[in-house]
């Protein structure tokens, strides 16, 4: 059986995540391992509750299910997020690699990020000679980051080269950061700098086209330098001065490293691989010559070809979010999901939901809105979809311990990319993809994310709507006291009726009930019993009435019954039928009091264009004259 390594990640559309992912594919189909990788894509400007809902994925794998794990913790700007894994990598006692963040306890694979960057900046002063030099760093608290920032500092001090803060700018690694940065020097009151590190190739590119749109040339104004060494030097505006990095050859040594320990033939538990500078022509080493026609014909067909692809997966996408903006209902929703996976037909795909993502529970009035936010996965996720080998499963439902459904039946190896879905730091539930022709490793995968996200949401809150709508629907035509129609909903339900017997001249029967005695109920007993006797009505309404009739409370102590086609003895036998049940509850309750009703009816055909509540009206006069024969019956005995 093949090992499980859960692979912990954020930002794969970036290039140093990207080339380490390479790698660590590429080993580990030679070392027999399905792989998990877990991907957030944070970084959203200002919104805090969208990062909080991307690393929630971290949260979802147990890692005592896992042999092993390879963590790219250095590329999540969140330290408590970090440490709680860290934390419960050691807990669960697994083997795990560790790039480039060495952590005490685990394997490590990195590099001397120190040497490498005292190269550049030595190159800097001591072959180009300058001296106000701007620094563009990634995170603070980001340790790569620390170490580069630190020995660019301890180079600019032992070349007595003093350096205003004003002249490091902090940013998070992505090409944002860069035009950030350069912003940041141009508004400051020093001067412009001769130079500009980097501390990675995405900030410097970034940096350099800024520093193009605004008239200023590189080298020749001011040098950039970069790190890393992730870019193709055709696609850029000059070749940059970089590090060469082995970033896939790291992400295949942490598989080898894993291997080895599940092996006991482990020999080394930290591995630092070398860096090379390259000095070209951001820093002007190296002239701008003219290139081979090959070689810009070669990167010409290259971009061409990935634009091509790229405006094929927009339209895609573009439609994509077309339809599920336009979806109605969850059941919509997951039909064009499901179109969709059949167009890019991955190897797998399971779309995964918590058991109560949109909300629902059978008492919707008592959970607040923050209780019902969910901040984790639940125990139990449902898989609306499911697709394996060219085809739909049916599987309903897993806990959250197996992550993924078993569902394949070959024995190759499996590399599955999971995503969040959520909407901010509402966590709903994920997404994986296995072997999918779509790369994944860029801004596109992470826009259909978002967008598949976005459309969740809206579907969730349209069934919320739902669900509003119908409790006011309720509220309109329900009496919430008793539990049947009010006066709305009364009409409501006799109104196409009544007009239809006015149009066909056929009878109806309206009945009007009024509970005997409520006052001296309320005044004896108090309220709380008045209102049991007004409810006990009305349950024995709905006993009583078994054809058809329609009945409402009318107001107060007071009901109302409608029936189409009655005659005098049916609305006789619903008299009866009523104060016998009556007769019933007194009996079986007990009660401090008795419950009594009086009632009255008639019987007529009404004219077109005539008001129902005429025979309201009628009912009730004949309901009084009821009363007033039992009050004259209570007299006549007391006498």
């Known amino acids: 059986m093949n090992k499980k390594i859960a692979i912990i990640v954020a930002g794969i559309d970036e290039t140093y995540q990207s080339s380490i992912l390479r790698g660590i594919q590429s080993s580990a189909l030679k070392c027999g391992f399905d792989c998990y990788v877990f991907v957030s894509f944070t970084g959203m400007k200002d919104n805090n509750g969208h990062d909080v809902g991307e690393m929630n994925i971290f949260k979802l794998p147990d890692f005592r299910r896992f042999d092993g794990a390879i963590l790219l913790t250095n590329t999540i700007d969140c330290p408590p997020v970090v440490n709680d894994i860290l934390d419960r990598i050691k807990s669960a006692g697994i083997p795990a690699v560790s790039m480039d963040n060495n952590v005490e306890g685990l394997l490590h694979i990195g590099i001397d990020n120190s040497t490498a960057m005292r190269d550049i900046t030595e190159h800097f002063i001591k072959v180009h000679g300058f001296e106000r030099i701007n620094y563009i760093s990634g995170p603070k608290d980001n340790p790569e980051s620390a170490d580069r920032l630190a020995a660019f500092l301890d180079v600019m001090r032992e070349n007595e080269i003093d350096i205003d803060e004003s002249r490091i700018f902090y940013g998070d690694f992505r090409g944002n950061s860069g035009r950030d940065a350069i912003d940041y020097f141009m508004n400051s009151e020093l001067e412009m700098p001769d130079a500009i590190i980097c501390a990675n190739d995405v900030m410097a590119v970034s940096a350099i ?11 020749e104004d001011i040098a950039v330098s970069g790190f890393d060494d992730v870019f193709d030097s055709n696609n850029l505006i000059v070749e940059l001065t970089s590090v060469e990095r082995p970033l896939v050859r ?4 942490a598989c080898e490293m894993l291997l080895n320990t599940f092996n006991n033939t482990l020999k080394r538990k930290s591995l ?3 860096m090379l500078p390259k000095y070209t022509e951001s820093c002007g080493c190296v002239k701008c010559t003219q290139k081979q026609a090959y070689e810009y014909k070669e990167a010409n067909i290259s971009n061409f070809n990935r634009i091509g692809t790229i405006n094929q997966y927009m339209s895609m996408f573009n439609s994509l979010a077309c339809e599920l903006n336009g979806a109605d209902s969850f059941d919509e929703y997951i039909k064009t999901m499901k179109s969709f996976v059949e167009m890019i037909n991955p190897g797998e795909f399971y779309f995964c939901l918590n058991k109560n993502w949109n909300f629902q529970c059978d008492d919707i009035d008592n959970v607040s ?5 969910q901040k984790c996965y639940e125990d139990d ?3 609306p979809i499911a697709y394996c080998e060219g085809e ?5 439902e897993i806990k959250r311990s197996e992550i993924l459904p078993d569902c394949s039946l070959n024995n190759t190896t499996k590399f599955y990319y999971i995503v969040p879905l959520h909407f901010r730091e509402n966590c709903m539930g994920y997404m994986a993809i296995n072997n999918c022709g779509l790369s994944l490793h860029n801004a596109l995968f992470q826009s259909w994310c978002i967008t598949i996200n976005n459309s969740l949401e809206n ?6 709507m739902n669900i509003a709508v119908e409790k006011l629907e309720r509220l309109y035509v329900q009496d919430t006291f008793s539990g ?4 709305n909903g009364f009409v409501n339900a006799t109104n196409d009726l009544f007009r239809k017997c006015a149009v066909e001249s056929r009878n109806i029967m309206l009945m009007f009930i009024d509970l005997d005695g409520l006052k001296k109920i309320n005044d004896t007993y108090g309220h709380a019993v008045g209102d049991e006797a007004i409810r006990a009505i009305a349950d024995i309404l709905g006993k009583s009435c078994k054809n058809e009739e329609i009945f409402c409370r009318f107001g107060g102590d007071e009901f109302i019954v409608f029936a189409a086609d009655y005659s005098e003895s049916q609305a006789s036998k619903l008299t009866g039928d009523i104060q016998r049940n009556i007769n019933k509850y007194n009996e079986k309750i007990k009660c401090r009091y008795t419950l009594s009703a009086s009632t009255g009816y008639v019987i007529s055909v009404p004219k077109i264009g005539e008001d129902l509540f005429r025979f309201v009206t009628e009912a009730d006069k004949k309901m009084y004259e009821t009363k007033r024969e039992k009050k004259s019956k209570y007299l006549r005995r007391d006498s």
């Not at 809105?369 to 936010?373: G, I, R, Y």
């Not at 579907?459 to 919320?464: D, E, F, L, T, W």
């Not at 049947?484 to 006066?487: A, F, V």
């Open 272 to 274: 630092r691989l070398n």
């Open 381 to 383: 996720i449902i898989i």
């Open 209 to 219: 086209n800024r520093l193009y749109a605004a008239g200023i040339r590189v080298p």
């Open 484 to 487: 049947i129609y009010n006066r």
């Open 250 to 253: 790291s992400g295949t040594l």
């Open 392 to 396: 739909f499963i049916e599987k309903s």
């Open 369 to 373: 809105h923050a209780d019902k936010l």
């Open 459 to 464: 579907i969730r809150k349209i069934n919320a």
